[in-house]
């Protein structure tokens, strides 16, 4: 009587929760689709669309595809906290599919402005700027409290895979069909996610409710007194943001370092985009098993990107660079869900919606800067350099994490289901 339990218990957790199954099914398509999409279009503009300061147009172009992310921060949060969380996935895909279609049919009857690709990726980002922090707040209406851990290594590794692919196939469907071919898939990948969360139960997570009774009775909290109460995490964001600066910047140099430097085509952008989300995925699924306090092992990941974004501009090689790549997303796929598995469980569920927000927000403030600095700088600078100026970035992010305190408790509770705040080790050290 207990075998099929204990035989149900090994199968990987997409697998034994269908729930779970579906909706990180539509994760993998909706992120695959946008990604493929800011690869595509970014590739398009360097390569076709712009002759001269084709930089600053690519890097405009990554700024624009993350704004909503950050200036629609506090309305994500509402809507997420109002509605429920199967409505807004649903809609976010769904609404993302009708503008990658409109998009498809405008390039299938005339030559596409850049002004309306532009407009396209403000859409789809808006849409998954809903997605993206509704579906981490949705977590625990899909799994058990034990597999937390293996929902957001699952979850991480989602990332990373579609980003993979979508990176992979962006670049070489541009220079294949075109802008067209490449807004159809992506509607094509829209539409599937929005059917499949369609016909998924959510459930309300135990204490959920006693949670949001105790929200209502203290009054609403906003985005800046989520994170008051959080000083420690506070303080890792805003390390992260910082090193952000200067890591996002790969997608604005990596077609600029193709043409310039490698004097490459659309494959060899899919080869250095899916080294880096090769190296993601290694590390969403071995992150866990970093051992090391959580300030040591995230300014050592910190130190061996920037270690490992130096080489490009040092050396001129493609299996160099694609294993420098390699490196740097091993080391943001160890952070990533060393650091979401915990605040998973610090963060209190009427909180959530708001936490995740800010956080998307907050970690990706810099990104338009990033993209529009580096953007103007390939115009002047050569991408090599840009390499170097990117590492050295990244060093007084690193130094300064390796300088926080952790609270007491991370000394005291270390283990799986530590519930101290600290960013990673203690719960996300104990995924399996």
């Known amino acids: 009587m207990t075998a099929a339990p204990a035989a149900g218990r090994k199968l990987p957790l997409v697998l034994r929760n269908r729930a779970f199954g579906a909706v990180w099914l539509g994760q993998v398509l909706t992120q695959a689709a946008v990604r493929m999409f800011q690869v595509g279009v970014s590739w398009w503009l360097v390569a076709y669309a712009v002759s001269g300061g084709n930089?600053?147009?690519?890097g405009l172009f990554m700024a624009v595809s993350t704004v909503p992310a950050v200036a629609l921060a506090p309305v994500v949060a509402r809507a997420i906290g109002r509605f429920a969380h199967r409505s807004v996935l649903r809609t976010a895909a769904g609404a993302a599919a009708v503008a990658a279609t409109a998009l498809a049919a405008w390039a299938y009857a005339s030559d596409l402005p850049?002004?309306?690709?532009?407009?396209?990726t403000l859409a789809l980002a808006t849409c998954q700027a809903f997605f993206d922090p509704c579906?981490?707040?949705?977590?625990?209406?899909l799994v058990d409290d034990e597999d937390i851990e293996a929902a957001t290594g699952f979850e991480l590794?989602?990332?990373?895979?579609?980003?993979?692919?979508?990176?992979?196939?962006?670049?070489l469907i541009v220079d294949g069909a075109g802008i067209p071919g490449l807004a159809a898939g992506c509607a094509a990948a829209y539409a599937a996610a929005a059917l499949l969360i369609a016909t998924v139960r959510f459930r309300t997570p135990a204490g959920a409710g006693d949670d949001a009774e105790a929200g209502e009775a203290a009054g609403p909290r906003t985005l800046r007194q989520v994170l008051a109460g959080l000083p420690?995490?506070?303080?890792?964001?805003?390390?992260?943001?910082?090193?952000?600066?200067f890591t996002t910047a790969v997608f604005v140099i990596m077609p600029l370092y193709t043409k310039s430097v490698l004097h490459g085509d659309g494959a060899t952008v899919?080869?250095?985009?899916?080294?880096?989300?090769t190296g993601t995925l290694i590390g969403s699924f071995t992150g866990a098993r970093v051992p090391g306090r959580p300030t040591a092992v995230g300014s050592a990941c910190l130190g061996a990107m920037a270690l490992a974004l130096a080489v490009p501009g040092l050396f001129g090689s493609r299996p160099v660079i694609a294993g420098a790549l390699a490196v740097t997303g091993w080391c943001v796929g160890v952070i990533g869900v060393r650091f979401v598995a915990l605040f998973q469980r610090l963060v209190p569920a009427a909180d959530k919606p708001a936490f995740f927000a800010v956080m998307q927000a907050v970690l990706g403030a810099t990104f338009p800067v990033a993209s529009l600095l580096f953007g103007l700088l390939g115009d002047h600078l050569s991408a090599r350099t840009?390499?170097?100026?990117?590492a050295a970035g990244l060093v007084p992010a690193a130094l300064?994490?390796?300088?926080?305190?952790?609270?007491a408790p991370a000394v005291e509770t270390p283990g799986p289901g530590a519930q101290a705040p600290v960013p990673a080790g203690a719960a996300a050290g104990g995924a399996r």
Do not use: D, K, W
Request: charged share 5%; with cysteine; hydrophobic share 60%.
């Open 135 to 141: 579906l981490t707040t949705s977590v625990p209406e």
């Open 270 to 277: 899919a080869l250095l985009e899916a080294s880096l989300g």
């Open 386 to 390: 840009l390499c170097l100026i990117q």
């Open 232 to 245: 420690f995490v506070r303080a890792i964001l805003i390390c992260f943001t910082a090193a952000n600066l």
């Open 400 to 407: 300064a994490l390796a300088l926080l305190r952790e609270p």
């Open 55 to 58: 930089g600053l147009a690519s």
């Open 114 to 120: 850049i002004a309306a690709a532009y407009a396209a």
């Open 157 to 171: 590794s989602t990332q990373s895979l579609a980003s993979l692919g979508g990176a992979l196939l962006g670049a």
